[in-house]
């Protein structure tokens, strides 16, 4: 049950989070998950290597 912009995260894309812990972050998608809640979680990596998770509703693709 993902949105359009959800629905259109695949892995490599380069995205921004808008939303979230990890507001105003940018980095590149490399796991896509589907949480036992039914959310959409996504691992972004940054530039510099560091990775975190977010859920994909907070990201927009770039």
């Known amino acids: 049950m993902g949105t359009q912009e959800t629905e259109k995260l695949k892995d490599g894309d380069h995205c921004k ?9 940018s980095g590149t998608v490399r796991d896509i998950n589907i ?12 530039e510099n290597g560091v990775r975190f998770k977010t859920l994909a509703k907070n990201v927009v693709v770039q």
Do not use: F, L, R
Request: charged letters at 20%; hydrophobic letters at 20%.
């Open 17 to 25: 989070v808008v939303g979230g812990t990890h507001k105003g972050k």
């Open 35 to 46: 949480s036992k809640t039914g959310q959409t979680t996504i691992t972004v990596e940054q």
